[in-house]
C-alpha cells in the first residue's frame, strides 16, 4: 500500500512544526539521523521497565500494604456482640497476625526494591552523562536526546520521592504493629 501524496505532505508540516517548536523550547536543532559516535552498550541503556519501575512499585506496594495489613488488622480485632452487631473487642492472633506481618513485610521488601532500581537508574544516567561529555568536540545534544534526558530526570526526581515515601509509611506502619498492642 502506498501512501498517499497529501497525507504524506501533512506528516511533513507536522513533523517539521514539530521540530520547530521544538527547537524553540530547547534551543537546539532537532537531527534527522541517529548521532555519531561510539554504540552505547547494554549496561549503560536505562531499560523503560526499569524506570517504571522505579516509579510506580513503591506507591503500589504502600497501597497493598494499606488494603492488607490495615483491613485485616481491623477486621480481627471485630467482635460480634450479643445481637450480632460487630464491636470492638475481638483479638489480632494466629493467621491475621501471620496475614498482617506479611502484608507489611511483602510491600516493605517491593518499596525497598524500588529504592534500588532507583540508584541503578541514577547510576546509569549519569554514566550516560559522563560519556556525553568525553566526546571530543561535540556537544551533548550531537549524542544523547535532549529532551529523553529531561523526562528520565524528571521521572527519576519523581520515583526517589515516591520511594522513600512509601518505605518510610510503610516502616512506620510495621513500626506501630510491633510496638502498639493491635485492638487496643
Known amino acids: 500500500m502506498r501512501r498517499q501524496p497529501a497525507k504524506d505532505a501533512a506528516r511533513n508540516t507536522v513533523r517539521d512544526t514539530a521540530r520547530e517548536a521544538t527547537r524553540e523550547v530547547t534551543g537546539h536543532p532537532v537531527r534527522e539521523t541517529p548521532a555519531e559516535g561510539p554504540p552505547v552498550r547494554r549496561g549503560e541503556r536505562i531499560p523503560a521497565v526499569l524506570l517504571w519501575y522505579a516509579v510506580l512499585a513503591a506507591p503500589v506496594a504502600w497501597a497493598v500494604h494499606l488494603l492488607v495489613a490495615w483491613s485485616v488488622s481491623e477486621l480481627a480485632c471485630l467482635a460480634p456482640s450479643s445481637s450480632g452487631v460487630l464491636l470492638q473487642g475481638g483479638s489480632l492472633a494466629g493467621g491475621a497476625r501471620i496475614a498482617v506481618w506479611l502484608g507489611t513485610l511483602v510491600p516493605w521488601l ?6 534500588v ?68
Open 117 to 184: 532500581a532507583c540508584v541503578v537508574v541514577t547510576l546509569r544516567r549519569r554514566r550516560l552523562r559522563r560519556r556525553v561529555r568525553r566526546q571530543p568536540g561535540e556537544t551533548a545534544d550531537a549524542f544523547v536526546d535532549v529532551l529523553a534526558a529531561e523526562r528520565v530526570s524528571l521521572l527519576l526526581v519523581v520515583a526517589w520521592f515516591l520511594s522513600v515515601m512509601s518505605v518510610t509509611a510503610i516502616t512506620g506502619g510495621g513500626i506501630a504493629l510491633a510496638v502498639l498492642e493491635a485492638c487496643a
Open 110 to 115: 517491593v518499596a525497598v526494591s524500588a529504592v
